[in-house]
């Protein structure tokens, strides 16, 4: 699955891994604020005209207003929320269905282990973004159907991860000790193996929750995500994009750098914690 984090950190070389991190750490924490903060910050309901349309950035609206006189920054700052529930429900859905099938695939093997291998492969065989649009169009829009459909792009990554690991990790000496006692195969996947594919499992979170965001933006951009008049960033992006020939750039501006901010921060992240955990060779 294609992930951009290796372009970003060689546009920044010369800054060193923990600025990054630190950095990601801020801008992911600033997108948070926002979310938390968003009935305090802003004045004016984000779904409701509350102004002449496509007024630029002044006092009064400091991202202006769209085409249907909507303050753009009530909607930015109330877009954080969306995309903040989107990604993190869909990847604790990824992870709650990715992990337990990928442990009990790796360490009973056998057919069922060839079954859900085939089933895995086949999902992650179609081009992630095509596959997200498919599913969330047929299930429609909504925060919840959205989540879904991008979680099941994302169980396969962390099936994989976590099988491969499995497999390395139940022919360890400590785990022919604790079959040879008569430990359960439950209590050998829960005390032996799971804790040692927590840091793969945090890696490959860190590292995909980037593309996540990126992927909810495709989704909200070509209106497959939430219904209108609920704020979104990739909305708001598909929304003002006709008018940026004629002058209107804050439209899309201010959408799409929140989009930026928040799936750099996670980038840069997602890379010191791989780098802490010396597991660089994780491939998303």
């Known amino acids: 699955m294609y992930t951009f984090r290796p372009l970003l950190v060689k546009l920044v070389p010369k800054i060193r891994l923990k600025g990054l991190t630190l950095a990601g750490t801020i ?20 779904t409701k005209s509350v102004d002449l349309s496509l007024q630029p950035p002044s006092w009064k609206h400091p991202f ?3 085409k249907v006189g909507q303050d753009m920054w009530s909607r930015t700052v109330y877009g954080a929320r969306t995309i903040l529930a989107v990604v993190f429900l869909s990847t604790i859905v990824s992870i709650l269905i990715g992990v337990p099938l990928g442990l009990i695939s790796g360490y009973i093997g056998g057919i ?8 895995m492969d ?26 879904v459909s991008i979680a099941i792009v994302y169980v396969p990554t962390y099936f994989r991860m976590v099988r491969g690991q499995t497999l390395s990790i139940k022919e360890q000496l400590y785990v022919e000790a604790a079959r040879a006692i008569g430990a359960k195969p439950l209590t050998i996947l829960t005390r032996y193996v799971f804790p040692n594919v ?38 708001d992006l598909k929304a003002g994009h006709p008018y940026l020939l004629s002058g209107y750039w804050w439209l899309i501006t201010f959408p799409g750098l929140m989009i930026m901010i928040l799936a750099v921060g996670f980038t ?8 802490y955990l010396g597991a660089r060779e994780v491939k998303i």
């Open 112 to 119: 069922l282990d060839r079954i859900l291998a085939m089933i």
């Open 64 to 66: 202006g207003t769209n």
């Open 27 to 46: 801008m992911v924490l600033f997108v948070i604020f926002l979310a938390i903060l968003a009935p305090i910050l802003t004045p004016y309901d984000p």
């Open 268 to 275: 840069f992240i997602g890379e010191g914690v791989a780098e």
């Open 198 to 235: 927590i840091s793969v499992i945090a890696v490959v979170f860190t590292l995909s929750v980037a593309d996540v965001v990126l992927t909810e933006a495709a989704l909200s951009f070509f209106g497959l995500s939430v219904p209108a008049p609920t704020p979104d960033w990739g909305f």
């Open 122 to 147: 086949a999902i992650y065989a179609f081009p992630g973004l095509i596959l997200a649009i498919a599913i969330a169009a047929a299930m429609g829009p909504g925060i919840i159907n959205t989540a």
